[in-house]
């Protein structure tokens, strides 16, 4: 018999049971002291290059954010420099534009990224080569400063003076010897968006099985037999035909595709958040009119940072003085009232994308 007094009620002890999130502590990798050299590998630099190469959320974030910071060309007052830059060709067919565009996103994709300079005897730049981070090595003192570059040939270790390496660091925190890849926050979501991809393929390309068959026999001859017939019918794409009342077939149990597809957005939009660069920037895609303007203005002085980052490695490294191109700012209003519903090709922000408003019915 139940039993029905109240004060025999228990409770659950989900607080001693359940533990809470905790965010895991993180040391920052600095150089030793105790050492006469202190090497740092980018040991993580080829796991950072699958992310980039298999995920095209992150191919297109890093290009976007690349492209937009670099690929507008540059300029410069120094003349003799502006020849040499034009003559750069990297391995033999590249240019100056090519090997900025490859260095930033290195940068951002692996959080440093590597160019030897090659210079004449006159200290001129005769050309850049860019060297992929699982192949270099930065060489620290005990005094925590750059020695200089040691770069895998294959077969030893090339000494590359500090004084001959473009070398950038993507957000480089404290004393830390190493930049930050880009990514490296998002990893988390883009497992999560990747699984649930996986998954969904895997139901979508077996949506054409037939379900579960319930036979009206244990006959395991006869079920193996049918159960081969129902393969090469879904397989081939033919009708199947089964005696009456010898077996039924039902659809698969499953949960709407819906709700598997919203957790798939949902991702995406948070990795857009946590890489730093606008999904209307790598994508229009589900992006609203106000959405990729307002995206631009987000975008613009995150782009912009880059731009300044790089020009400032190039001057302060190597006596670079350039200024990369600036894409036109979306932020300006426009110069005389208009009346946006009747000018759609206005492009920059109208004063209703900003203005917070309610219309009384």
């Given at each position: 018999m139940a039993i029905s007094d109240l004060s025999r009620a228990t409770t659950t002890d989900f607080s001693s049971q359940v533990p809470d999130f905790i965010v895991n502590s993180k040391?920052?990798?600095?150089?030793?002291?105790?050492?006469?050299?202190?090497?740092?590998?980018?040991?993580?630099?080829?796991?950072?290059?699958?992310?980039?190469?298999?995920?095209?959320?992150?191919?297109?974030?890093?290009?976007?954010?690349?492209?937009?910071?670099?690929?507008?060309?540059w300029e410069t007052k120094d003349t003799i420099m502006q020849v040499q830059l034009d003559h750069v060709r990297g391995a033999g067919k590249d240019t100056f534009d090519k090997i900025m565009w490859n260095?930033?996103?290195?940068?951002?994709?692996?959080?440093?990224?590597?160019?030897?300079?090659?210079?004449?005897?006159?200290?001129?730049?005769?050309?850049?080569?860019?060297?992929?981070?699982?192949?270099?090595r930065i060489v620290y003192g005990k005094n925590g400063l750059i020695k200089r570059y040691d770069a895998w040939n294959g077969e030893k270790w090339r000494?590359?003076?500090?004084?001959?390496?473009?070398?950038?660091?993507?957000?480089?925190?404290?004393?830390?010897?190493?930049g930050q890849a880009q990514g490296e926050p998002a990893k988390k979501i883009i497992d999560a968006m990747n699984e649930a991809l996986e998954d969904e393929r895997i139901i979508k390309h077996r949506d054409k099985a037939l379900g579960i068959v319930y036979?009206?026999?244990?006959?395991?001859?006869?079920?193996?037999?049918?159960?081969?017939?129902?393969?090469?019918a879904v397989k081939n794409g033919e009708m199947l035909g089964l005696p009456e009342d010898s077996a039924k077939i039902e659809p698969y149990p499953s949960r709407s595709s819906e709700d598997r597809t919203g957790w798939i957005q949902m991702l995406e939009n948070k990795f857009y958040q946590i890489f730093g660069v606008p999904r209307s920037i790598a994508s229009s895609d589900g992006t609203s009119e106000v959405g990729g303007k307002m995206g631009h203005v987000i975008f613009e002085p995150i782009y912009t940072k880059e731009q300044m980052d790089l020009e400032g490695d190039l001057k302060f490294q190597f006596q670079i003085d350039i200024t990369f191109n600036r894409p036109p700012s979306l932020g300006g209003m426009s110069p005389a009232p208009i009346d946006e519903s009747k000018n759609t090709g206005e492009i920059g922000i109208q004063p209703n994308d900003v203005e917070a408003s309610m219309t009384r019915e």
């Open positions: 040391a920052l990798d600095a150089a030793s002291p105790q050492q006469d050299e202190f090497y740092w590998y980018f040991d993580k630099a080829t796991v950072n290059f699958g992310y980039y190469f298999n995920t095209p959320e992150i191919f297109n974030a890093a290009n976007a954010l690349a492209t937009w910071a670099v690929g507008r060309g260095h930033e996103v290195i940068k951002v994709v692996v959080g440093d990224s590597f160019t030897e300079i090659k210079k004449l005897k006159d200290d001129k730049i005769a050309n850049m080569l860019p060297i992929s981070p699982e192949r270099v000494d590359i003076p500090k004084e001959k390496m473009l070398h950038s660091s993507n957000k480089k925190i404290g004393d830390s010897v190493h036979y009206k026999t244990n006959n395991a001859g006869k079920i193996t037999y049918t159960n081969t017939q129902i393969e090469n």
